[in-house]
C-alpha cells in the first residue's frame, strides 16, 4: 500500500511569491491534514479536508488556504510569501469513521525555504 | 484550552539505558494521546497511543507508555536504548475524535551514546 506523496520535497521562493504544494493520500483515506514544522514552534495545525469540504482550520493568515479534490487528493497554497513561512509543510492522511481513533499517517514532508 | 508540554527539548542517553521522554497535557475532556517519531528528513510515524481502556500502552519498537490522569502525563519508556532510536520525538493529543486537530508537543529530540 503506498504511503503519503507530497511534491515537490524541496523548493526555493523568495518573498512576495507563492506556492503550491500537492499530497496525495493513502488510498481509501479521506481526511487530508496539513501542518507547518518549525524548529521554535514545533508542529502547528494548518487545516484540515475531508471529501472536499474544510472541517477545521488552525490560527494562520488566509496566506495559507487549502482545498481537496474529489480523489482525495489536496493541494496547500501559500501566497504573499515571508521568510517566517520557511518551514517543513507536513500532510498527513486518515481514515475517517465512527471507529478511527484519529491515527495520522505523515507524508515525507515538503521543506520551503524562502529567500 | 488544550495544550501539551514535553519536558526537556533534547535527551541523551547511554546506549542500553533507560529512555524516559516526558508528556504533560492540558485537557477538559478526556483526551486521545499519542506518540511519533520522527528521523531525520522524514515525516511522523505513530509509535503508540492512548484512547480508552488499559492505561499502560505498548508500541513499535519497544517503546510503551502509562497514561495517568491524576499527574496528566503520558510519559514514554523504554528500558534499553538502541543506536537506532536517536530520533525526535512528538507528543499529541487530540480531545474530539474525527476531527484529527491534533496538538503537538513542541518535541524531544533523543541522542543516544555509544
Known amino acids: 500500500k503506498a504511503g503519503v506523496t507530497q511534491t515537490p520535497r524541496y523548493l526555493i521562493k523568495t518573498r512576495g511569491q507563492q506556492v503550491t504544494l500537492s499530497c496525495s493520500p493513502i488510498?481509501?483515506?479521506?481526511?487530508v491534514s496539513w501542518y507547518q514544522q518549525t524548529p521554535g514552534q514545533g508542529l502547528q495545525f494548518l487545516f484540515e479536508?475531508?471529501?472536499?469540504?474544510?472541517?477545521n482550520k488552525g490560527n494562520f493568515p488566509g496566506r495559507f488556504s487549502g482545498r481537496q479534490f474529489s480523489n482525495s487528493r489536496s493541494e496547500m497554497n501559500v501566497s504573499t510569501l515571508e521568510l517566517g513561512d520557511s518551514a517543513l509543510y507536513l500532510c498527513?492522511?486518515?481514515?475517517?469513521?465512527?471507529?478511527?481513533?484519529?491515527?495520522?499517517?505523515f507524508g515525507e514532508g515538503s521543506r520551503l525555504t524562502v529567500l | 484550552a488544550q495544550s501539551v508540554t514535553q519536558l526537556g527539548s533534547h535527551v541523551s542517553v547511554s546506549e542500553g539505558a533507560l529512555v524516559l521522554l516526558r508528556c504533560n497535557y492540558s485537557?477538559?475532556?478526556?483526551?486521545?494521546l499519542f506518540w511519533y517519531v520522527q528521523y531525520p528528513n522524514q515525516g511522523l510515524q505513530l509509535l503508540l497511543k492512548?484512547?480508552?481502556?488499559?492505561?499502560l500502552v505498548k508500541g513499535i519498537n519497544g517503546f510503551e507508555a502509562e497514561f495517568k490522569k491524576s499527574e496528566t502525563s503520558f510519559h514514554l519508556t523504554k528500558p534499553s536504548a538502541h543506536m537506532s532510536d536517536a530520533a525526535e520525538y512528538f507528543c499529541?493529543?487530540?480531545?474530539?475524535?474525527?476531527?484529527?486537530?491534533?496538538?503537538f508537543g513542541t518535541g524531544t529530540r533523543l541522542k543516544v551514546l555509544a
Open positions: 498527513a492522511s486518515s481514515l475517517s469513521s465512527g471507529t478511527n481513533t484519529g491515527e495520522l499517517f
Open positions: 488510498s481509501g483515506h479521506r481526511s
Open positions: 479536508y475531508f471529501s472536499e469540504t474544510q472541517r
Open positions: 485537557s477538559s475532556v478526556p483526551p486521545y
Open positions: 492512548y484512547t480508552t481502556g488499559a492505561t
Open positions: 499529541a493529543v487530540i480531545t474530539l475524535p474525527g476531527t484529527y486537530k491534533y496538538i
